[in-house]
């Protein structure tokens, strides 16, 4: 009888387990005894306080305004999607008490007649501060929103009564937008939409 093939098999899996070895050694390293103690190399005082500047207008810079709209169009997306469907539960953080109000309204008569509001957002195209000031300790800043949506209303039998479900369509917006300066909160709250 020819063992042979068991000899190769052997010195087969050998190699491979060799070149797996110098592969991790490669990867991880190996140990030399001269490492550099993470703890010791790097200062250990820290300042535990955030410095946060407080808002207002004479430090809304350019990247303010970028990050502020950055926020605006989540929140808008958010929004828009929560009122479509009914569920203001999400965003009702997003609303100050009087548009919070308008759309449970809005929404209790859509459901007093059995409307159904169909709508699938698409997307930002472009959102624009129009305009920011300062009342007193509330900072207010007004964006321009155009957007793509496909939207449609359905009455009881499920019939279209406006809109097309198979149509997109673009939306202009003009959302108003305040924060208390005072306030630790970063979330700023819709105030007015157009």
């Known amino acids: ?42 200062p250990h005082d820290f300042t535990t306080e955030k410095v946060k500047k407080k808002l ?33 539960r999400d965003v009702k953080t997003l609303l100050d008490n009087k548009v919070l109000n308008q759309f449970e309204a809005a929404l209790k008569e859509r459901k007093e007649k059995g409307i159904i ?5 698409i997307g930002i195209n472009s959102a624009d501060i129009k305009k920011y000031e ?4 509330m900072f207010e800043v007004t964006v321009d929103f155009v957007s793509e949506i496909i939207s449609c209303v359905k009455d009881q039998n499920k019939k279209v009564i406006s ?5 997109i369509k ?8 305040s924060k208390d300066i005072r306030s630790s909160n ?3 709250l819709l105030v007015d939409t157009n």
């Open 163 to 167: 809109g097309n479900p198979d149509k």
């Open 117 to 121: 509001s169909e709508t699938t957002f």
């Open 1 to 42: 009888m020819n063992y042979s093939f068991e000899y190769i098999d052997i010195i087969l899996l050998a190699m491979i387990a060799g070149f797996i070895f110098l592969r991790l050694r490669g990867i991880l390293g190996k140990r030399t005894g001269h490492e550099e103690d993470v703890s010791t190399s790097f």
């Open 56 to 88: 207002d207008e004479s430090n809304f810079d350019e990247k303010a305004k970028s990050d502020f709209l950055k926020g605006a169009k989540i929140a808008y997306e958010n929004i828009i999607t929560g009122f479509s469907s009914g569920n203001l």
């Open 170 to 177: 673009k939306v202009y917006d003009t959302w108003k937008f």
């Open 134 to 137: 300062q009342l007193n300790n």
């Open 186 to 188: 970063p979330n700023w």
